[in-house]
Nanobody, 129 residues
Framework: QVQLVESGGGLVQAGGSLRLSCTAS????????MGWFRQAPGKEREFVSGIRWSSDTTYYADSVKGRFTISRDNAKNTVYLQMNSLKPEDTAVYYC??????????????????????WGQGTQVTVSS
């Protein structure tokens, strides 16, 4: 069973940076895609970014392109989300997610909530203006 544990959230001023981490366990992750979603109060959970476990292929929502960078360390079974130039509208609970997806199906497919079948507990990110 896949287990995902996020860390690194916190309070930051607008324009600042944070790095989130997601440590995965429970199996080997070849063929998996790891992702980040976020959910602001009163809003639906939305896709932020994803990365294939075994290649350099990444996926980003338009709202974070150029500001956020996803990466991974396979030796540590950890995925990172580096968030720069943060805005108050980035305030949300950020969730790590995983899905076994050996074939690249593109950003549109991975942006759907129903695509993913493993979730972390979430970490709060608050950006003050």
């Amino acid at each position: 069973q896949v287990q995902l544990v996020e860390s690194g959230g916190g309070l930051v001023q607008a324009g600042g940076s944070l790095r989130l981490s997601c440590t995965a366990s429970g199996r080997t992750f070849g063929g998996y895609v790891m992702g980040w979603f976020r959910q602001a109060p009163g809003k639906e959970r939305e896709f932020v970014s994803g990365i294939r476990w075994s290649s350099d292929t990444t996926y980003y929502a338009d709202s974070v392109k150029g500001r956020f960078t996803i990466s991974r360390d396979n030796a540590k079974n950890t995925v990172y989300l580096q968030m720069n130039s943060l805005k108050p509208e980035d305030t949300a609970v950020y969730y790590c997610a995983a899905v076994r997806s050996p074939v690249n199906r593109g950003t549109y497919y991975y942006a759907h909530l129903a695509t993913w079948d493993a979730w972390g507990q979430g970490t709060q990110v608050t950006v003050s203006s």
